[in-house]
T-cell receptor, first 111, second 114 residues
Framework: RKEVEQDPGPFNVPEGATVAFNCTYS??????FFWYRQDCRKEPKLLMS???SGNEDGRFTAQLNRASQYISLLIRDSKLSDSATYLC????????????FGQGTTLQVKP | DVKVTQSSRYLVKRTGEKVFLECVQD?????MFWYRQDPGLGLRLIYF???????EKGDIPEGYSVSREKKERFSLILESASTNQTSMYLC?????????????FGPGTRLTVL
């Protein structure tokens, strides 16, 4: 079983749509959770951290369910520029600073 | 802003060559990491270092070694490059002991081994 699992997609949505990505993680001892964004042929960049209470950054909302070991990302009013791969990331509980990356979910927003 | 730089964006080498990939960060981060990224396999950790002269194996260290002589620089070495090491190599850094362990990535080196 993969430590962080995501549906690879691709998700093809029209501009203006709302799209949700989900992710599950296997180690209940993980304490830090993130969504990273990676554009084609570029490096991953932090999109947002995910907090237990849920958090929002403009059109992006992240949720964490520790009991189910489940993380989600909701994008409202999709823009063409949102087209990218979204990586679900959790920390390695060994406290070495290591992160565990999901394989990513690809989003294509079409006009 | 954190800046992580890598010595080359694109590199072409021949089988059997020794290859050095350099990574430099300017934020005084203790932790540094080397990953490779391949289609369908995601990011896989090769080696990491949490201090000068310290190194730890990641998930796929075979065929690689690393060097961390200075805090800001972390080098990945392919002792004898092989075609299955053709990949995108990404370096990252993070501060130690400060949640939430966010890593900052360099732009990547796309290595082709012929």
């Amino acid at each position: 079983r993969k430590e962080v699992e995501q549906d690879p997609g691709p998700f093809n949505v029209p501009e203006g749509a709302t799209v949700a990505f989900n992710c599950t993680y296997s180690n209940s001892a993980s304490q830090s959770f993130f969504w990273y964004r990676q554009d084609c042929r570029k490096e991953p960049k932090l999109l947002m951290s995910v907090y237990s209470s849920g958090n929002e950054d403009g059109r992006f909302t992240a949720q964490l369910n520790r009991a189910s070991q489940y993380i989600s990302l909701l994008i409202r009013d999709s823009k063409l520029s949102d087209s990218a791969t979204y990586l679900c990331v959790v920390n390695d509980p060994s406290n070495t600073g290591k992160l565990i990356f999901g394989q990513g979910t690809t989003l294509q927003v079409k006009p | 802003d954190v800046k992580v730089t890598q010595s080359s964006r694109y590199l072409v080498k021949r089988t059997g060559e020794k290859v050095f990939l350099e990574c430099v960060q300017d934020m005084d981060h203790e932790n540094m990491f080397w990953y490779r990224q391949d289609p369908g396999l995601g990011l896989r950790l090769i080696y990491f270092s949490y201090d000068v002269k310290m190194k730890e194996k990641g998930d796929i260290p075979e065929g690689y070694s690393v060097s961390r002589e200075k805090k800001e620089r972390f080098s990945l070495i392919l002792e004898s490059a092989s075609t299955n090491q053709t990949s995108m190599y990404l370096c990252a850094s993070s501060p130690r002991g400060r949640a939430p362990d966010t890593q900052y990535f360099g732009p990547g080196t796309r290595l082709t081994v012929l």
